[in-house]
Structures are given as C-alpha cells and as structure tokens.
C-alpha cells in the first residue's frame, strides 16, 4: 500500500493502466475518479483483512433504514485516512485537479432528508466507535428526483445515480435471498404443534451491494451499508411470448419484480400508501434478516437462544417495523421455536426511533392489501395483537381508552407505530422535546404500560464530515487554535471559550467565513449563473419544503423589509442575501407554490433598483448532502423557525452551528437544547413554546400563558 506522495503516484498510474487499461493521457475525469475510489477501496480492504479476526466476534448492530443519503464519500475517506493532501500533491504533480474528480462521484439519493441523512452519520460513529454496526436499506435504482427550477417552479428530473455505475458497490450475488410474496398459507398439527406453510407465493431475488463504510482514525472497522436490489430468479424472459413478439408480456415479469427496488418514494411520509411501498418495506426487511440470520447461524458461535445478546436491530421509524413479526416468522416457521420463545428475542432484538409526530407520517395500511400480500406475516400481527390485548386485561389495563389507543389493528388498519412499540425493547424520540411530547402525548397510553421502554437520543451530525471534512479553513483554524482533539471528540470544541475575546483570532474566524462565502458565490455562479454578494449578510434556509418548517413566514419577513425599504431606504442598513433551498414533494402543491413564492420574490426584488443594492433572494436549486456541505460553512445566520413541537429534532441547525453561523429559531426539536447549550446571548430565539402551540392548538384562541421571557 503506498504510504507517501512518490509511492501513491506510482500506485496511482498503474492503477489506471491495470484497472482500467488506459494511461494518464487518454483518462477522462471519470476514469480519474474510479481509478483513486479503486485505489482507496483496495486500502480499506487491506485494513479489513489485517483486522478479520477481531472483526464480528462483537455484538452486531444492524440499522435498517428506508433511507440512506450517505452524500459522497471519496473526500471524506480521503480525510478518514489522514491521506487528502497527499493524493492532492500527489495528483498535482499528475497535473489533475483532486477537485475535478470529486465532481464525478454521483451524491445517491437514496432518502427524502433528516431521517436518511442521520442515518448515514449514524454508520460513521458506530465505526468511529468501534461499534460493528453495519446499514441495511434498499438500493433504489432512481434515488430522489433532481429539482430543477425553471420560470421560478421546480421541476423534478429522475435521479439516474446508478448511469455510470457506483464504483463504490460491491455486488454480492452469492449472498442473495429469496423474499416471498402473496399466496396462501397451509396449516397443520404435527406433534400437537402448529404448522405453517407458504403455498403459491411469488419469489423475489433480492441481490445484496455493499458499500464500505470507513471511519476517521479507527480504519481496523470498516463497516457495511448493505443495499438490496430486487431482481427475477425466474421467468427472466419469457421466450415464449418472446418468440411470439409480444415483447412487453415477454418482460412483464421481470420489470414487476424490479419495480420493488426501483424508486425511493419522493414523499417524505407515507402518503404514497401504495401496495409497491409495503412491497419495499417487506422487500429490504426480509432480505437483511434472512442474511443476517443466515450468517449468524453459518459463524455456528451460539445459538439462536443467544441471538438477542448477539445482535441488535434498530428500526428507524416505522418502514422497517416488520422485523419484528419477520423474525417472528424466521425463528417459528424456520427455526422450530415456540412463540414465547421467539417473542422473548425478538423484543429484546428489536429497538425503534420515532421521527416525526406528523399524524399523515404515521403509517398504517388497510388489512385486506395487508394480508393479501403478506399473509403469514398477517397471521403473526394477529397474533401479537391478540397476545398484548390479552396482556392488558391481566394489567387490568384494558379500559376502553386504552385498547383503542394501543392495539395494532383497528378501524380496518394495521398501525404500524404500535407494532413498533410494542415489539421493541427501546422507543426514542430525537430530541428532549420531542421524546417528552411523545411520552406525554402522543404515546401516552403506551408511556403507562411499558414506561420503561421510552428514553430520548437527541440526534447528533457527523461533524468530520460537516465540518472536518466540508470547512478546511476553519478546520485548520480550529486545530491551529485547540489542537487536533476536537476531531476525535466533538466536545472538545468546548475550548475555543477561552478565545472569544481573542481579536486576532476573531479576525481570522471572520476571514475563513468571508472566504467560505466567496466559495459558494463561486459555485452558485458557474452552476445557476447568479451573483452573491459575499459582503452581505447570507442568511439561509435550507431543508425541505413544508408548512410546519416556515419558509412562508421567512419569505413574508422579507417582504416586510422590502416594503419597509421602498419607502425608506435608510431602514436597510446592511446588506443581506436570504438563501433558500430544498425541495418539495411532488404532489405537495402548498410547498410548490412556496418555491414559486420565493422566485417570484426573487425576481421582484432583483429589478428593483431602489432595494437591489441592499437585498437579494435566491433560490438554490437541488439541495441534497453535497450542497450542504458548501452552503453550511458559508452561513451567517440559520433559519431554524418551525412550529414548535412539530420539528422532531432537525440536524440543519446542528450543521449551521458548527460552522459558525448564528442560529434564528424557535423553541422546537434541538433548537431547545442548542439554547441551553450555548445561552440566550449565543441564539436569537423567538415565538410560541410547543405548550403554547398545543394548547392553541387544543382550545383554540390566543394562549392565555404570557409569552414568558425565554
Ligand atoms: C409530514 C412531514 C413529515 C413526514 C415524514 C416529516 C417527517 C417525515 C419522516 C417520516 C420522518 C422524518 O424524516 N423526520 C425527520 O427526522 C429527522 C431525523 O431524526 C429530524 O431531525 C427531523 O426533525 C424530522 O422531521
């Protein structure tokens, strides 16, 4: 393996010529790129064999997610391996730009947004931490649609990420499960013992790809984000009809089955409903369990009575929340174990983070499309019901409140939640607040039966990649001032109190900023063609989309300043940039019409010379990770104003903060928690409390509570 600038650059052009048969004068930037993800790959993979032995002797952990937006990974693990300047010298002397290559790497959009993207900083520190934790999701062949803007609307493209292929991935054929939908279930009494069998079912293939996930300093553990794909295991082409030239029937199958794992759905809550979405959820579910069960059993270590202690499967919100009647099913229907049994390591297998408390985002799906296409799974949801209502009763729990509350089928409807909570052994919510509505609120029935289950994770980022690996200057700045502890340990950033009366410093602060300003400008220039102005002040919302997130009321602000400057140019005093960026769910015409809102603003403002000097507004378009990572360190103020009580957590607030932009917001999700952290001088802090907004919302007219002082 190389270990200085000469040696990478050897290893570097032989790359390119063994790899990929081509040498340094006919390479594209693709080629570039592949061959250095090539050479990074073969580096992880030497770590991963000097460390096979101690690897998965540990208790494994298994985050099932719908959603993964890892964002791109090259410059962070680049970064992980301490490794960036090297290969930037090393390339340069190869006259190839490090930055030109970062450019090719697709940024996947496997995720809607928070919740995809905590994910992702989730596999980071667990492999950080030496926690062998390893992504299960799906690998959706068109990821999140690309947004363009055109005459102020969005525009949605298909995110073709996979065109030029993932070099990242590795496809695992060998490691494939058969996932089965549909068809009837058999019963009979063998030994006095219950079984079941699955009669005319459809089979699916569900192709594992796994992506290596590295982490900063700790390289022994290099964990897995296993992606599923769902491909035909039969009835590929159907020659016949083939032959007949009836060319669509001949492939109808085929494209029925990979239509599983073609598309992520670009609604952020369950409002698609459709039966291809329960397909999915049961698709990635099935697939990661039955490997993982499958490779617990082939270590032959323990038995499956151990399982529990073992592994560990984290359910995030409620999309993967049939791992528990799957495993249910796995270790009855497959394994032999009696109910309590698998009930006793299911649940204690089994753990589940709520994200939202969005009524439209608590799924639940009609029985009948339930049970015709997931019969026996149907049958054990029965059964769990049956069992917990049966549980109430002995707790004399079993008021009609209560049962109304807590059971899992009702009104004609699986409720996915309480599935979740009531087969998990822990239920979070994202943020002291949150978890507190939930325990008070939301799941206040369940807070009486099983109050034991409920704690709070506040969410946390990834800061070696929002700050380390997306803020150099300021990073460098950072280390130069404190030292390199800080980027093992994010607290460690505790110390730069003592220099905040330091001007020297604060100079240089403010100079890493202008310049962080000056690199967007930059960027939104050769990508959108507009100009910034980076001695304004760049105040910046981005996040998707939504009523309870308050775009409107941030644009309305604006339209305040404006009419306040048309009569009095003298009110603006400095002058301002508002940013805006993200997207809106497709059939979400409130959000649309939003977005339109802030162009047809923009647009005003722009050819309006009176004002135009001292305001702008812009929308940038297709915000995903790797906008993020450029418009976070340029960042003067963070717009972080939702409803109280309706933002579970957010992350954008954390993300902004580290790269030292003031916070405007209210008190909702982290917003709280950032406030004590950092004192009512530190955040500017305004508008109703999430009592307040509840009680409003309760009982209408204005809070009788007076705004107290915050
Ligand atoms: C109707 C709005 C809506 C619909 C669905 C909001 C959220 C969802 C998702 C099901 C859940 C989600 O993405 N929640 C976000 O999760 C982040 C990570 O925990 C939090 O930081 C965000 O506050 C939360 O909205």
């Known amino acids: ?44 993979s030497y770590y991963r064999a000097i460390n096979q032995n101690s690897m998965s002797q540990g208790k494994q952990v298994y985050y099932f997610s719908m959603e993964f937006l890892i964002g791109r990974l090259l410059l962070n693990y680049l970064v992980n391996f301490k490794i960036e300047d090297l290969v930037r010298e090393g390339l340069a002397e190869l006259n190839i ?18 919740l995809g993207r905590l994910a992702a900083c989730f596999l980071d520190s667990m492999a950080f931490l030496g926690i062998e934790g390893h992504g299960n999701g799906i690998r959706y062949k068109y990821g999140l649609f690309e947004q363009k803007i055109v005459a102020g609307n969005q525009v949605e493209v298909a995110d073709n990420w996979l065109k030029n292929g993932y070099p990242w991935e590795i496809r695992k054929q060998n490691r494939a499960v058969v996932v089965k939908f549909k068809g009837n279930i058999r019963t009979e ?32 553990y290099i964990n897995n984000l296993r992606l599923w794909s769902a491909e035909t295991t039969c009835g590929e082409l159907d020659l016949v009809c083939f032959n007949r030239g009836e060319f669509n029937q001949a492939t109808s199958f085929k494209s029925e089955v990979e239509a599983i794992s073609y598309i992520l759905y670009p609604d952020d809550s369950s409002r698609a409903g459709r039966e291809l979405r329960l397909k999915q959820e049961y698709f990635f579910v099935a697939a990661g369990l039955g490997s993982i069960v499958r490779s617990y059993k082939k270590k032959g270590i323990n038995s499956l009575q151990e399982f529990s202690r073992r592994v560990a499967v984290h359910i995030n919100d409620t999309h993967p929340v049939l791992c528990i009647p799957e495993l249910m099913r796995i270790l009855m229907d497959e394994e032999g174990m009696g109910w309590d049994e698998s009930w006793n390591i299911t649940v204690n297998t089994m753990s589940f983070t709520n994200h939202t408390i969005m009524p439209e985002a608590m799924e639940k799906w009609p029985i009948d499309l339930f049970k015709g296409l997931l019969p ?59 978890t507190e509505i939930l325990k008070e609120e939301v799941f ?20 070696r990649r929002f700050l380390l690996t997306a803020n150099p200057k300021l990073s ?3 280390t130069d001032a404190i030292g390199p502890s800080w980027k093992e340990e994010a607290g460690e950033l505790q110390k730069l109190h003592g220099l905040k009366n330091d001007r020297s410093f604060l100079e240089q602060l403010a100079k890493v900023k202008y310049e962080n300003k000056c690199r967007l400008a930059e960027r939104v220039k050769t990508k959108q063609g507009i100009d910034l102005d980076p001695l304004s002040i760049f105040d910046v919302q981005v996040k998707r989309i939504h009523a ?24 603006l005093t400095t002058s301002h940039t508002f940013i805006f960026g993200g997207k809106a769910a497709p059939g979400y015409h409130y959000a649309k019409t939003v977005i339109k809102l802030i162009n047809a603003l923009s647009q005003k403002i722009e050819h309006d010379p009176k004002v135009n000097q001292k305001l702008k507004v812009v929308f940038l378009e297709n915000f995903n990770v790797t906008q993020g990572e450029f418009i976070y360190p340029a960042a003067d103020i963070s717009e972080q104003i939702s409803t ?34 950092v004192g009512k001088d530190n955040i500017f802090i305004f508008g109703l409390t999430a009592e307040q907004v509840l009680h409003y919302t309760r009982y209408g007219g204005m809070p009788t509570p007076t705004l107290e002082r915050v």
Request: proline content about 2%; overall charge negative.
């Open 376 to 434: 026996r799974i149907y049958l054990i949801i029965e059964e769990i019901d049956r069992r917990f209502k049966e549980s109430l009763v002995r707790k004399f729990l079993d008021n009609e409140e209560v049962v109304r509350n807590t059971q899992i089928l009702k009104d004609g409807y699986v409720w996915m939640v309480n599935l979740a909570i009531i087969g998990s052994s822990s239920v979070n919510g994202v943020a002291k607040l949150h």
């Open 189 to 220: 009494q063998n030994e006095g013992r219950l079984t079941f069998y699955h009669e005319n079912y459809e089979q699916v293939l569900a192709v594992p790809y796994d992506v290596p996930i590295l982490s900063y300093e700790n390289c022994s």
């Open 548 to 571: 309870y997130k308050r775009q409107l009321l941030n644009v309305l602000k604006i339209m305040h300043l404006y009419n306040k400057a048309i009569n009095d140019p003298e009110s």
């Open 644 to 677: 109280a009580s309706k933002e579970a957590s957010g992350t954008g607030n954390m993300k902004f903060m580290m790269n030292g932009a003031l916070t405007l917001g209210t008190l909702d999700g982290a917003n709280v928690e950032i406030n004590e952290a």
């Open 1 to 44: 393996m190389f270990t200085d600038k000469e040696s990478f650059k050897q290893a570097y052009l032989m790359k390119l010529i063994e790899g990929e048969g081509i040498n340094l004068n006919d390479a594209t930037h693709w080629d570039q790129f592949v061959a250095l993800v090539i050479l990074v790959k073969e580096k992880m």
């Open 97 to 114: 730009n490090l930055d030109d290559l970062l450019e090719q790497e697709a940024d996947p959009g496997l995720g809607n947004g928070g």
């Open 476 to 478: 460098r700045l950072i």
């Open 444 to 463: 206040k029935e369940y807070n009486r039966i099983f109050g034991y289950k409920f704690n709070n994770k506040t969410n946390g980022v990834n800061h």
